[in-house]
């Protein structure tokens, strides 16, 4: 979530410039950065001019970082506040480093150092924001959240502030994630949105916080699928589009993305649940045939040799007996309903046995007592074809443990 800061943009420059001479080489050169290192030494050489001088040396460092000499980067962005004490640049870029190399006490002191220098700047907070998510302390990252805060103004201006950027502005949003300010938050990210931060991890998060906390379904949708549009999906983004999408009762997306996605839910799935939930509720919609399809591929990867407690994999077995039974395999779905019944954890065993007797008693049902009268009453329910419906009380027969 962090990237060095140049003198000529927040980020290091992507794109290839043809450089003139030593000091557009040094400036906005990239890609042969022995050549860049050696123009910003002649840049140096032909200066006395300190603002000048510490922005050669700023870049000299942002070379020797690319080309893998850490020590040297390290101390160049230091040495940068001794031409320029009053630029924040060279000691955010020096905590940066700090960070990479481990020295987490350096990260902190020079994270200060960067404020010291301009206090008054949001951008030179954006290092001890940075240090304070790391450390695993939302509250402090909260105090460093409203200093920037303060100095950015209402909300409203973020996007158009010239002291505002994106990476300030996503990583302000990913703090106030984390502390719980939730609005805040996604103000914050839809400021960065707006000024262009285009990275992974900046969708992901936006998803999980629209989804999760928020309950903003279309912009989950919307966030996910960009974090999707990266190499590597991760599952985390893949669970956030399907279920956005059923919940928006857009069933035709999530089947979508659940069949573009296959590869990473087959390693996943055991955990998420994704296809149990995205068949359940086909199912309670009546579309047998697509139910059926997407709990077929969840079945496919069903170890039968393994038999400990785990309470997706017993809600999956509900679902699979349920669309069975629907289908008219009363044998399958028996076969299904006691898989359930013996895959559930201590926490939701009785539950689902009082819930099956429960929902077969209204079905007019007698279901004699113990395990044996449960199978027995099962397997009339399962005779009677697609009116067999055993709900839990939110309609759901899906335990998920993802919150």
Do not use: K
């Not at 990237?3 to 400036?27: G, Q």
């Not at 002291?163 to 949003?173: K, M």
């Not at 139910?291 to 393994?306: E, G, K, V």
């Amino acid at each position: 979530m962090r990237a060095l800061f140049s003198s000529t943009a927040f980020f290091v420059m992507t794109a290839t410039f043809a450089a003139a001479d030593p000091v557009e080489t040094c400036l906005y050169g990239e890609g042969d950065w022995a050549a860049t290192l050696s123009a910003c030494n002649t840049a140096l050489a032909a200066t006395d001019d300190p603002v000048e001088q510490g922005r050669f040396i700023l870049h000299r460092g942002i070379a020797h970082e690319f080309l893998g000499d850490m020590d040297a980067a390290f101390l160049d962005q230091i040495l940068v506040g001794e031409y320029r004490p009053d630029w924040f640049r060279g000691y955010a870029n020096a905590s940066s480093l700090a960070a990479e190399m481990g020295d987490a006490e350096g990260q902190m002191r020079w994270a200060q150092a960067a404020i010291d220098a301009e206090p008054d700047n949001p951008r030179a907070y954006l290092e001890l924001l940075i240090a304070r998510t790391d450390g695993d302390d939302p509250e402090s990252c909260g105090a460093v959240a409203d200093q920037i805060i303060d100095r950015l103004g209402p909300s409203v201006d973020w996007a158009f502030d010239p002291s505002a950027d994106p990476y300030l502005l996503g990583n302000l949003g990913y703090c106030l994630h984390w502390a719980e300010r939730h609005e805040e938050a996604m103000q914050a990210y839809n400021a960065a949105d707006y000024v262009g931060l285009s990275e992974e991890w900046f969708y992901s998060d936006v998803a999980r916080l629209a989804f999760y906390s928020l309950e903003q379904d279309d912009r989950a949708v919307e966030a996910a699928t960009q974090a999707l549009a990266f190499d590597d999906p991760h599952i985390d983004d893949v669970y956030v589009l399907v279920q956005a999408n059923i919940y928006l009762e857009q069933f035709d997306a999530a089947r979508a993305a659940e069949q573009e996605y296959s590869a990473v839910i087959d390693q996943w799935d055991h955990l998420y649940n994704i296809r149990n939930d995205l068949a359940w509720h086909l199912y309670l919609r009546g579309e047998l045939e697509a139910a059926s399809d997407i709990i077929d591929r969840w079945y496919a990867m069903f170890d039968p040799q393994d038999t400990s407690p785990n309470d997706n994999v017993a809600g999956s077995l509900d679902t699979l007996a349920h669309i069975r039974a629907a289908a008219g395999d009363a044998e399958g779905a028996l076969e299904a309903f006691a898989g359930a019944l013996a895959r559930d954890t201590e926490e939701y065993a009785q539950l689902r046995r009082d819930t099956y007797r429960r929902e077969m008693e209204a079905l007019g049902l007698t279901v004699p007592e113990g395990e044996d009268g449960l199978m027995a009453g099962l397997a009339e329910c399962v005779a009677m074809g697609a009116a067999c419906r055993l709900l839990f009380d939110d309609d759901s027969a899906v335990i998920d443990l993802q919150d």
